[in-house]
């Protein structure tokens, strides 16, 4: 990720942290989805993390904590946008937070029982993935990821022109995943209700 990408979307997701958790709640636009579907899927989801093993946990790309404050154990969220950790600080209090970049974490090796990390690897470039897996083998031994299964309105890779509140318009990067095809791509792993698990510090890695 270059400078002036960082940049953009560290101001996307600044502008977006207020409103960014009706993804998840199903208001504003996000309203005319099928809610009992989406609320079963996302149940069973915050309920899979809630009962991994606890550990020492990196939220990484936390957000504003809405999966964070499910997470056992003692868990540190770092994300690159100020705005978000202070939604996160509010929402997730039991946590701790640190700003700082996903592809160069600010932590010692092994520093951390597990990585988490949810809908962030879908919006990483080729290189940028490497990075990533990379930065999470070496201060964990655990990663887990969440990410969005293929749909059928998407394409599997796509840009998407993300409209906010003030009308603004962001080009963001966006993929969609088979269990079998994220699973190739993080190395082998355990699959979970929503999510895979992978253990291992040098070839096994988790992914969600």
């Known amino acids: 990720m270059n400078a002036s990408t960082g940049a953009l979307l560290r101001r996307y997701y600044d502008l977006v942290a207020p409103?960014?958790?009706?993804?998840?709640?199903?208001?504003?636009r996000f309203g005319q989805r099928d809610a009992a579907a989406w609320d079963a899927e996302l149940a069973r989801l915050t309920a899979t993390i809630a009962e991994l093993p606890p550990l020492r946990t990196l939220d990484v790309a936390c957000g504003t904590g809405y999966l964070?404050?499910?997470v056992p154990g003692d868990v540190v969220g770092l994300d690159a946008s100020a705005a978000m950790l202070e939604v996160a600080r509010r929402q997730a209090p039991?946590?701790?937070?640190?700003q700082g970049d996903a592809l160069a974490l600010p932590f010692d090796d092994r520093s951390f029982g597990r990585v988490l990390s949810a809908h962030f690897y879908g919006h990483l470039d080729e290189s940028e993935r490497g990075?990533?897996?990379?930065?999470a083998r070496r201060v964990a031994e655990e990663l887990?990821?969440?990410d969005a299964a293929?749909?059928?309105?998407h394409a599997e890779e796509e840009t998407q022109h993300?409209?906010?509140a003030d009308g603004s318009s962001w080009p963001i990067l966006k993929r969609y995943f088979t269990t079998e095809r994220l699973?190739?791509?993080?190395?082998a792993g355990e699959v979970l209700p929503s999510c895979v698990r992978g253990r291992g510090a040098s070839t096994r890695r988790s992914s969600t």
Do not use: Q
């Not at 990075?131 to 930065?135: D, K, N, Q, R, W």
């Not at 293929?150 to 309105?153: F, G, K, L, Q, T």
């Open 144 to 146: 887990v990821i969440v």
């Open 150 to 153: 293929i749909r059928p309105n």
């Open 94 to 98: 039991r946590a701790t937070y640190v």
């Open 183 to 187: 699973v190739a791509e993080l190395g």
């Open 19 to 28: 409103e960014y958790d009706d993804w998840y709640l199903g208001r504003g």
């Open 131 to 135: 990075s990533f897996v990379g930065e």
């Open 68 to 70: 964070t404050r499910h």
């Open 162 to 164: 993300r409209l906010l």
